[in-house]
């Protein structure tokens, strides 16, 4: 019996206990769980009614270890102070001095329960389930006492084990007639009689003990009887040359070659031509590059074509790395190449109207179609020929403009104080911010926020917003020229003009233009249209450029200088060029030489409908045209996207 002291002043007061355990029971039947009685008082009376208790088993009156997890029992009747339960910890009772903890709360209440204290001592009683145990046993203990299964090691190793190699040496007999025999077994068969030929169900009789009447495998037979062979799943090897009426409806296995069929059957990995009229509902998978010439129809939505397909109306695509390709009939080319590519288009001998060429552009280079000798393409395209012109009167000693990429903000700087911009495309100027001296050369960024100005003894100044304050970026020094990409993030000096990106750069001489792919790594010199070449401005892929020419004319070219064409009709003295990403806006400017007053120029260029190209258009990256045959040497573009330019 035991006593317990309430943690809660204001539930449960006191708890008397006993444990009591059915000692004179068959030990072997008590298994683990115990039972447990005790006193419980409530507000300093005994109990009454239904109450939870959770008990747990501890190593130590306070503190210690847990020895099971906690154990609950729900709705304890309590009469007059005094229940009684059961308890069942699993078998944690090995002669280790144990403390029985009790929590107790009434019963259909969800809060915690109430902790008594003291833990309860477990007396010397439960260790009677211990006893069970053989480590605690003395003597001779009834084999009618066990249960359970005794391990092989404490067998007798006279007894067999059925996972042991056995060696029985007294005489067996074996009287059951299910006895089942399993593994090797090995001695003489002499003395066996009454064997049954259908049990033999392992190892091999050898050739020698079969009459002569049965067939071998590696013998040469003559098979007498009239012998049918019913399963199909019988093998017959041998040359079959001389087998006759052979039923071509009852080859069910194996692939014919295809050097068996003949050459009318169509292979998917050969080039065919189906000149008949041919109607594919299923789907239908073709791998190799098939002419259909017939009449096809393909009316099932799941057929699946993979590879190229080319004819009158379907045109496949094509991918071309490279700077150049010979265009044929009803094809795609997918320009891919980093510099200008050059399609040639087919002649006009090759073609019937109505065929197809399509050319995007795929590479950053953009594209270029070039006519055979007597062929031309109408359309609506941009031209250099066709260009706007304004002139505003600010005469002055200009030296450089740039242009944004909208074509409306123009700055301008010179022989003058300060820089001077337009936000009309040119139609006006007036300065802007309060930056004094003279500059040699002026760039903007895309959208005119970024300005670049330098000088020789202004250094290099940025400003990014528009030219309203500035700050040094380089001091003084030989700056005669500057430009910088769309975004204004790239900056070059010299007698240069560089793309959207920056990684297409033009620079030049009096003489000569050379075009880089790779912001300067690699250059190419290009076509000029004159020497004398003052100043030079490109588009963001270098395929349009515009060049000045001191005390000249001002040249534009839409395909990299393969042809040009003069857009002034006096000569001028052109100190600095500028031209927007797609070409479309040229700004020029003009310093004061002799009988030149000086001014800004500012050119427009756009489509023009029923425009007539005999040599080439073009377009930039982005930009796709698909070119219809009209027959009399003549194509038309009947779709096309982005800017397409003839010159």
Same mark, same amino acid.
């Given at each position: 019996?035991?006593?317990?002291?309430?943690?809660?002043?204001?539930?449960?007061?006191?708890?008397?206990?006993?444990?009591?355990?059915?000692?004179?029971?068959?030990? &072997?039947?008590?298994?683990?769980?115990?039972?447990?009685?005790?006193?419980?008082?409530?507000?300093?009376?005994?109990?009454?009614?239904?109450?939870?208790?959770?008990?747990?088993?501890?190593?130590?009156?306070?503190?210690?270890?847990?020895?099971?997890?906690?154990?609950?029992?729900?709705?304890?009747?309590?009469?007059?102070?005094?229940?009684?339960?059961?308890?069942?910890? =699993?078998?944690?009772?090995?002669?280790?001095?144990?403390?029985?903890?009790?929590?107790?709360?009434?019963?259909?209440?969800?809060?915690?329960?109430?902790?008594?204290?003291?833990?309860?001592?477990?007396?010397?009683?439960?260790? @009677?389930?211990?006893?069970?145990?053989?480590?605690?046993?003395?003597?001779?203990?009834?084999?009618?006492?066990?249960?359970?299964?005794?391990?092989? @090691?404490?067998?007798?190793?006279?007894?067999?084990?059925?996972?042991?190699?056995? !060696?029985? %040496? $007294?005489?067996?007999?074996?009287?059951?007639?299910?006895?089942?025999?399993? $593994?090797?077994? %090995?001695?003489?068969?002499?003395?066996?009689?009454?064997?049954?030929?259908?049990?033999?169900a392992t190892g091999t009789l050898a050739d020698a003990r079969l009459t002569t009447n049965v067939a071998l495998l590696d013998h040469n037979q003559t098979f007498s009887g009239v012998n049918s062979f019913t399963n199909v799943a019988n093998t017959?090897?041998?040359?079959?040359?001389?087998?006759?009426?052979?039923?071509?409806?009852?080859?069910?296995?194996?692939?014919?070659?295809?050097?068996?069929?003949?050459?009318?059957?169509?292979?998917?990995?050969?080039?065919?031509?189906?000149?008949?009229?041919?109607?594919?509902?299923?789907?239908?998978?073709?791998?190799?590059?098939?002419?259909?010439?017939?009449?096809?129809?393909?009316?099932?939505?799941?057929?699946?074509?993979?590879?190229?397909?080319? $004819?009158? $109306?379907?045109?496949?695509?094509?991918?071309?790395?490279?700077?150049?390709?010979?265009?044929?009939?009803?094809? =795609?080319?997918?320009?891919? *190449?980093?510099?200008?590519?050059?399609?040639?288009?087919?002649?006009?001998?090759?073609?019937?109207? =109505?065929?197809?060429?399509?050319?995007?552009?795929?590479?950053?280079?953009?594209?270029?179609?070039?006519?055979?000798?007597?062929? %031309? +393409?109408?359309?609506?395209?941009?031209?250099?020929?066709?260009?706007?012109?304004?002139?505003?009167?600010?005469?002055?000693?200009?030296?450089?403009?740039? !242009?944004?990429?909208?074509?409306?903000?123009?700055?301008?700087?010179?022989?003058?104080?300060?820089?001077?911009? *337009?936000?009309? &495309?040119?139609?006006?100027?007036?300065?802007?911010?309060?930056?004094?001296?003279?500059?040699? *050369?002026?760039?903007?960024? @895309?959208?005119?926020?970024?300005?670049?100005?330098?000088?020789?003894?202004? =250094?290099?100044?940025?400003?990014?917003?528009?030219?309203?304050?500035?700050?040094?970026?380089?001091?003084?020094?030989?700056?005669?020229?500057?430009?910088?990409?769309?975004?204004?993030?790239?900056?070059?000096?010299?007698?240069?003009?560089?793309?959207?990106?920056?990684?297409?750069?033009?620079?030049?001489?009096?003489?000569? +233009? *050379?075009?880089?792919?790779?912001?300067?790594?690699?250059?190419?010199?290009?076509?000029?249209?004159?020497?004398?070449?003052?100043?030079?401005?490109?588009?963001?892929?270098?395929?349009?450029?515009?060049?000045?020419?001191?005390?000249?004319?001002?040249?534009?070219?839409?395909?990299?200088?393969?042809?040009?064409?003069?857009?002034?009709?006096?000569?001028?003295?052109?100190?600095?060029?500028?031209?927007?990403?797609?070409?479309?806006h040229i700004g020029g400017a003009v310093g004061k030489s002799g009988s030149f007053d000086g001014g800004i120029y500012h050119f427009h260029i756009i489509a023009q409908p029923n425009t007539t190209s005999t040599t080439a258009i073009g377009g930039?990256?982005?930009?796709?045209?698909?070119?219809?045959?009209l027959g009399g040497n003549q194509f038309m573009p009947v779709s096309s996207t982005g800017l397409i330019w003839a010159n």
């Amino acid at each position: 019996m035991g006593e317990n002291r309430c943690v809660n002043q204001k539930s449960i007061c006191r708890l008397l206990v006993f444990v009591v355990l059915a000692a004179a029971m068959k030990i &072997s039947a008590q298994g683990t769980a115990f039972f447990y009685q005790g006193r419980l008082n409530d507000g300093g009376a005994p109990a009454n009614g239904a109450y939870d208790l959770r008990f747990a088993l501890f190593d130590a009156v306070t503190n210690g270890n847990a020895i099971s997890l906690p154990q609950t029992n729900l709705a304890v009747p309590v009469a007059s102070g005094v229940f009684a339960t059961n308890i069942d910890f =699993g078998p944690v009772f090995t002669g280790t001095n144990y403390w029985l903890s009790v929590g107790v709360r009434t019963n259909g209440n969800t809060g915690a329960f109430t902790l008594l204290w003291p833990r309860q001592p477990l007396l010397p009683v439960p260790y @009677a389930m211990f006893a069970t145990s053989a480590s605690n046993l003395l003597g001779t203990l009834a084999a009618t006492k066990l249960t359970g299964t005794l391990a092989d @090691a404490r067998l007798s190793t006279n007894v067999g084990l059925l996972n042991a190699g056995q !060696v029985f %040496s $007294g005489t067996n007999t074996f009287t059951n007639g299910a006895n089942a025999f399993y $593994g090797t077994f %090995s001695g003489n068969g002499v003395n066996l009689t009454n064997l049954n030929a259908s049990l033999v169900a392992t190892g091999t009789l050898a050739d020698a003990r079969l009459t002569t009447n049965v067939a071998l495998l590696d013998h040469n037979q003559t098979f007498s009887g009239v012998n049918s062979f019913t399963n199909v799943a019988n093998t017959f090897a041998g040359n079959g040359l001389n087998l006759t009426s052979l039923n071509g409806s009852q080859v069910s296995v194996g692939t014919v070659a295809d050097a068996r069929l003949s050459a009318n059957v169509a292979l998917l990995d050969h080039i065919q031509t189906f000149t008949g009229t041919n109607t594919f509902t299923g789907p239908a998978t073709f791998n190799g590059s098939n002419n259909f010439s017939g009449v096809n129809i393909f009316p099932n939505g799941g057929n699946s074509f993979t590879g190229s397909f080319f $004819g009158n $109306g379907l045109v496949g695509w094509v991918q071309v790395t490279g700077t150049s390709q010979q265009a044929v009939r009803d094809h =795609g080319y997918m320009m891919s *190449s980093a510099a200008q590519a050059i399609v040639t288009l087919p002649l006009s001998t090759t073609l019937t109207n =109505g065929d197809i060429v399509r050319v995007s552009g795929a590479g950053g280079g953009g594209w270029l179609v070039t006519n055979n000798s007597g062929q %031309s +393409i109408i359309g609506n395209f941009a031209s250099y020929r066709n260009a706007t012109m304004v002139t505003p009167p600010t005469p002055n000693d200009y030296k450089s403009v740039a !242009v944004s990429a909208d074509g409306i903000h123009v700055f301008a700087v010179g022989n003058f104080n300060g820089v001077q911009a *337009s936000t009309d &495309s040119g139609l006006s100027f007036a300065q802007v911010g309060t930056l004094s001296g003279f500059w040699n *050369s002026v760039a903007c960024s @895309a959208n005119g926020k970024i300005v670049y100005i330098a000088s020789n003894t202004g =250094g290099v100044q940025k400003s990014s917003d528009g030219g309203l304050s500035w700050s040094s970026l380089a001091g003084a020094g030989t700056w005669n020229g500057i430009s910088c990409s769309a975004d204004g993030s790239r900056l070059f000096v010299g007698n240069v003009a560089c793309s959207g990106g920056g990684n297409y750069v033009a620079t030049f001489t009096g003489s000569t +233009i *050379s075009v880089s792919t790779n912001a300067g790594t690699n250059w190419v010199s290009i076509p000029v249209p004159t020497t004398g070449l003052s100043c030079v401005g490109v588009s963001s892929d270098c395929t349009r450029v515009v060049a000045g020419v001191n005390n000249g004319l001002l040249y534009a070219s839409a395909n990299q200088g393969a042809t040009w064409i003069a857009i002034t009709s006096t000569n001028q003295v052109w100190t600095g060029v500028d031209m927007t990403a797609d070409g479309s806006h040229i700004g020029g400017a003009v310093g004061k030489s002799g009988s030149f007053d000086g001014g800004i120029y500012h050119f427009h260029i756009i489509a023009q409908p029923n425009t007539t190209s005999t040599t080439a258009i073009g377009g930039s990256q982005g930009a796709a045209v698909e070119l219809q045959y009209l027959g009399g040497n003549q194509f038309m573009p009947v779709s096309s996207t982005g800017l397409i330019w003839a010159n």
